[in-house]
């Protein structure tokens, strides 16, 4: 169906529009979930450089694109071309949300993941604590869905350590 859409919304819409975008995001995660680490990348690309000629680079959508270009290239391998594309994502979320505002959490998140999977735990450690901090600056110390879901992720490194106690109660 997204194949479909795709020349509709360039019929009616021209090239350049974020409607097209988002279909090419959406098509992105499409070919990330079959497996298509190449094909996923494409899309991803694609859809940062409409976004960047819609709503140039300082967007949190921009940011959005460079957040799905990182996981796209971490999973090929790629992970400093991945990290680079987390800390543009970063910069941008951070100069016009602030530091500490939820959506820098997708980047550290990102990062976080990345140092995992090359085995780098203590890094990826480091990067769940940020967002763990956010969270509970931003949500409170109430247990909110999202911090629950770090939590977990902090969980799964520590029993990837070994720490089997720590993953319980910590």
Known sequence: HLKEALPV????????????????VAMGDARSLKGDANGALDEQLRALELREECLGEDHILVAESHILVAKAQCGQGEYQKGMDECRTALAI????????????????STMGESFDLQGEHDRAMECYNEVLLIQEEVYGKKKHREIADTLTEI???KLKENKYDEAETS
């Open 9 to 24: 919304f360039t019929r009616n819409l021209g090239s350049k529009h974020l409607d097209i975008a988002a279909t090419r």
């Open 93 to 108: 979320q951070e100069s016009i949300l602030g530091e500490n505002s939820i959506e820098t959490t997708r980047s550290y």
């Open 155 to 157: 969980a799964n490194l």
